[in-house]
């Protein structure tokens, strides 16, 4: 295994004796529970080569009896039981002595299931995410990278909503000297949930003063998907 290394890591937490000890102002059902583990594998495919993965998962639940406002002394129970994962893999490649290829896919979900009484709500979300990205090296310092990006989404509260979002950029670094630094990029995007393109260029300029110090100016046009809070509210129309 002289060029693989693997991590594991497991935790779990449970708050229920401690309630027990010590007296507690909430009626708990359960005090807070908990679980997460998480796995990360690296392996050096080549002299300039990685391979990099990481998964994680977690879940906890939490429940409490309340007092009922309207129908006092009853209680309401509440519980929240949530559940999430999270993984990625990405690659690192040099081509050439002068192109440099980076690579990464990640998934992610998220589940909640959440009781107040006699009402049960449940929300979930899974994306899927992948980027690659090309780097060519010029000059002694100066580079050029392009490369695109592609999300797909889906959310559902009670109202589902599926985004597939689409990017794609250029940008370059030229150093005008070994003090002064160009940036200079464009961005492309768009997103199906709202079918709109937009366009981005971004630009800055920086000057290292010393070896802690550096001036900057920067310009840029960026675009955000508006929250979902608002799009629950707002016909897309």
Not at 22 to 30: G, I, M, P, R, S
Not at 55 to 67: A, K, M, S, T, W
């Amino acid at each position: 295994w002289e060029n693989t290394s693997i991590g594991l890591f497991a935790n779990y937490t449970n708050l229920n004796p401690s309630t027990k000890l010590l007296k507690q102002n909430f009626d708990w059902t359960n005090a807070a529970t908990g679980f997460d583990a998480n796995i990360m594998f690296r392996h050096k495919t080549s002299k300039t080569g990685m391979l990099k993965a990481f998964v994680q998962y977690d879940q906890g639940e939490v429940g409490y009896n309340r007092i009922d406002l309207y129908n006092y002394p009853d209680t309401i129970n509440f519980n929240v039981n949530g559940n999430n994962l999270y993984s990625n893999i990405s690659y690192r490649e040099s081509i050439t002595e002068k192109l440099i290829f980076t690579g990464g896919y990640s998934y992610s979900r998220k589940d909640d299931d959440l009781k107040f009484g006699d009402y049960a709500f449940q929300s979930l979300e899974d994306a899927h995410t992948g980027k690659a990205k090309l780097k060519l090296l010029f000059g002694k310092l100066s580079s050029v990278k392009f490369g695109g990006e592609a999300q797909f989404m889906n959310f559902d509260d009670t109202i589902v909503q599926k985004e597939n979002y689409y990017a794609s950029f250029l940008e370059s670094d030229v150093y005008l000297s070994k003090r002064l630094v160009l940036r200079i990029g464009l961005r492309g995007e768009y997103s199906k949930l709202i079918d709109k393109f937009n366009v981005a260029p971004r630009a800055s300029l920086a000057y290292k003063t010393g070896e802690k110090g550096q001036f900057s100016l920067a310009y840029g046009k960026f675009c955000q998907t508006p929250l979902r809070t608002y799009l629950y509210q707002t016909p897309l129309n």
